[in-house]
């Protein structure tokens, strides 16, 4: 074939590297695979393991119905017995939320386990689908496109909250018109707390549906411990943005002259900036969960950073990274309050707000209403920072983090804080408390450096990614056992997956024992509480105790480009294996290899 036949022979996702990579084998657990080698659903019995959330009695009196038929144990899956099979069934899918790599492979897990006695539905464009009914039959050989590749375009997704009555009544009627047995929910903490409702509301109606979450989000925050260490998506995510921060230090130690800033994805958790600092040894990285728990106001973490820069700018290095994690506006106490208040004035006026014209008389509005300290942050943050504050929520009433630039503010501040220990060098150098020891030749060198930075925020780069080979094993395995829970009448669980270093033990965590009861906006909410970074968790443990070392030195390392082949293709996610006490970070052990192919 000549070479332009082959450039567009590649459209459609067939690159080369495609090509390879849809053909790669993915693991299956001994559980779904039947004498004869193929893949069958399998059973779920009780464990002596429960998951029983903060304010249980709350939450029994909000989802009695769910309670009342799981209870709080967790179950486990075993390999169902060769003469059990389920046939007939109906069981839609549908994407929730910002899109995570391995979606596709959910899809493949589900279309394999229910086999060609049973039908696939998928949902377009997320939970906004359900209420709209925008459904489709799919046809499962069309899947086999799609395996090991990245995106959530098969489908599509959104953000949409299910909460009015309005809302469960549509949800009720697209399920009933479509003969629904099943639903699955690939979504994060929001999605799943709505997968939880969904499943109490049907319950309650009387309508025999099984609703099952899938824990899905790069942030990393919708685990539960042993039982679920991680979420997909976050493995490639994280191997995507380390090879990137990875260049950047190289580019930074060759070019001798930037410091590059740069804001890694995760609304709330620091789980990325952990992990991406582990892989990558950055000069800085800082941790919301620390900064919260350190009550660290934004003036201390920019002298953090300013500290930094000096001393290594004594050892004559003038270049370096910065990572800073999306959601670190909400962790700075004087932010957070700040964001808080204002999500109560805007819960309150709504009406008034939405009326007015322009962003200006929304902060006129706004300033009266706060607290004088929080007016006045408010009216010292750069006019696009308050923009954002004031305009830009989700449909769950969360700031849109990602786009507030935090990067660029603390490049604003830096650069103050740097302009004024050159001015007033007494009040910065010399012995006393917070003041940086130097000698009279390091303060006349300071004087002379200037700060040159570049900002970057990674975050979309790395959340449609053909997955890892740990993302695309992982969530092949979540959609088999999402299938197992529906076809065995199972309701109001989470798939879950653990033990990834020994055979990938596969389980159903109970959505219930997962929600607890949050104020939001002055008013009662059930949520499932997000997974943050543990201070005390050995990954973080570890970090705390190298970071001086990587603060004052280029130790920096570039860990390249994610692998689909080879030694380094079987990493777990470092934070995932430190945590979890794994032997070492480099082989998974999801079960028997198999080549995928849907019929
Ligand atoms: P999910 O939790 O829905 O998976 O989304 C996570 C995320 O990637 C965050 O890190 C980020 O704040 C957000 O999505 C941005 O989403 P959007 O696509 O709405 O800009």
């Not at 009662?524 to 070392?549: H, M």
């Not at 970070?585 to 028997?592: A, N, P, T, V």
Request: proline content about 4%; hydrophobic content about 40%.
């Amino acid at each position: 074939m000549d070479l332009f036949s082959k450039v567009s022979r590649t459209a459609g996702k067939h690159s080369p590297l495609e090509e390879e990579v849809r053909k790669l084998p993915v693991p299956v657990s001994s559980v779904f695979l039947g004498k004869d080698g193929k893949i069958r659903p399998a059973a779920f019995r009780q464990t002596d393991m429960a998951l029983v959330c903060k304010g249980h009695d709350r939450i029994r009196q909000v989802f009695p119905k769910t309670i009342t038929k799981g209870g709080s144990a967790i179950l486990e899956a075993v390999a169902a017995s060769e003469s059990e099979s389920v046939a007939g069934k109906r069981v839609a899918v549908l994407f929730s939320g910002g899109p995570a790599a391995g979606g596709h492979n959910v899809l493949a897990g589900l279309a394999a386990v229910l086999g060609s006695n049973n039908t696939l539905l998928g949902i377009r464009k997320g939970p906004g689908g359900l209420v709209k009914g925008d459904i489709f039959e799919i046809e499962k050989e069309s899947i086999n496109s799609i395996i090991n590749m990245g995106g959530f375009d098969f489908l599509g997704t959104d953000r949409t909250k299910i909460k009015t009555a309005e809302q469960f009544e549509k949800v009720k009627r697209t399920v009933v018109k479509n003969r629904l047995d099943g639903l699955v929910v690939v979504g994060g903490d929001d999605s799943n707390t709505n997968a939880a409702f969904i499943a109490e509301y049907l319950e309650n109606e009387g309508i025999d549906c099984s609703v099952i979450g899938i824990p899905k989000t790069i942030d990393g925050d919708m685990a539960a411990g042993r039982y679920l260490p991680i979420s997909f998506g976050f493995d490639t995510a994280t191997k995507i943005y380390s090879e990137l921060v990875g260049n950047l230090n190289q580019d930074a130690a060759s070019a001798v002259k930037y410091y590059h800033v740069v804001k890694l994805m995760g609304r709330t958790a620091s789980k990325i900036t952990l992990e991406v600092a582990l892989q990558t040894k950055p000069a800085v990285a800082l941790i919301s969960e620390e900064i919260a728990e350190k009550n660290m106001s934004l003036d201390s973490i920019v002298d953090h950073i300013a500290r930094i820069i000096t001393l290594r700018r004594f050892k004559g290095i003038n270049h370096g990274v910065i990572l800073v994690p999306e959601g670190l506006v909400e962790f700075i106490p004087e932010m957070g309050r700040l964001i808080a208040e204002l999500n109560t004035v805007l819960a309150e006026y709504q009406k008034d707000i939405t009326d007015l014209p322009s962003v200006e008389h929304k902060r006129e509005f706004l300033l009266p209403r706060l607290t004088p300290q929080s007016a006045q942050l408010m009216a010292s943050l750069p006019p696009d920072i308050q923009e954002m504050l004031i305009l830009d929520r989700d449909d769950h009433g969360n700031v849109k983090v990602s786009q507030i630039e935090t990067e660029k503010l603390l490049i604003e501040k830096i650069r103050y804080r740097l302009s004024e220990m050159k001015r007033h060098t007494d009040r910065f150098f010399g012995a006393g408390e917070g003041k940086i020891e130097a000698s009279a030749e390091q303060v006349e060198d300071f004087k002379k450096v200037t700060l040159s930075t570049q900002s970057h925020f990674l975050g979309y780069e790395g959340r449609s990614s053909k997955p890892s080979r740990f993302d695309a094993a992982f969530t092949f395995q979540l959609g088999l056992a999402a299938g197992s829970l529906v076809l065995s009448g199972k309701t109001g669980y989470m798939a879950a997956i653990t033990d990834f270093h020994k055979g990938g033990r596969v389980l159903a965590l109970p959505l219930t024992g997962l929600v607890t009861a949050e104020m939001r906006h002055g008013k009662e909410e059930f949520v499932i509480e997000k997974s943050l970074v543990e201070l005390s968790s050995p990954s973080f443990k570890i970090y705390a105790q190298n970071r001086d070392k990587w603060a004052i030195k280029d130790c920096f390392s570039s860990p390249g480009a994610m692998q689909y082949w080879g030694p380094t293709s079987r990493q777990v996610p470092m934070i995932v294996a430190l945590d979890q006490d794994y032997p070492d970070f480099d082989s998974f052990d999801m079960g028997e290899e198999k080549q995928i192919i849907i019929e």
